[in-house]
């Protein structure tokens, strides 16, 4: 399973930015997928993700800006449109899923917590 992230980037203040995360493999079903970030010096935190049947979370410090979404033609595929960027948005944010995979004999596995490699954001003047 491979992801690709992209959208980060250098914004202004009050600018936007989309990131979007592309899952690819041998994928059977994704139970949850979102975004999270991580500044220096700080520990990762929960920006957005998405349940399988539509729930959404956000993070207390994004709400409001931040809209998380699901491609309707690629359900492996998420966007986060970050409005009203604030300095203090910039961070790396990883893209991370909880989803199943099927091996050549059928066998079914759970990866519960993977991981993307991150997309910088840097929200500056």
């Known amino acids: 399973v491979q992801f690709e992230e992209s959208g980060g980037g250098l914004v202004q203040p009050g600018g936007s930015l989309r990131l979007s995360c592309t899952a690819s493999?041998?994928?059977?079903?994704?139970?949850?997928m979102g975004w999270y970030r991580q500044a220096p010096g700080k520990e990762r935190e929960l920006v957005a993700d998405i349940v399988s049947g539509g729930r959404i979370k956000y993070g207390d410090s994004v709400k409001s800006r931040f809209t998380i979404s699901r491609d309707n033609d690629d359900k492996n595929t998420v966007y986060l449109q970050m409005n009203s960027l604030k300095p203090e948005d910039t961070a790396v944010y990883y893209c991370?899923?909880?989803?199943?995979?099927?091996?050549?004999?059928?066998?079914?596995?759970?990866?519960?917590?993977?991981w993307g490699q991150g997309t910088q954001v840097t929200v500056s003047s």
């Open positions: 493999g041998n994928i059977f079903s994704i139970n949850a």
């Open positions: 991370n899923a909880d989803f199943i995979t099927t091996d050549i004999s059928g066998s079914y596995h759970r990866e519960s917590d993977y």
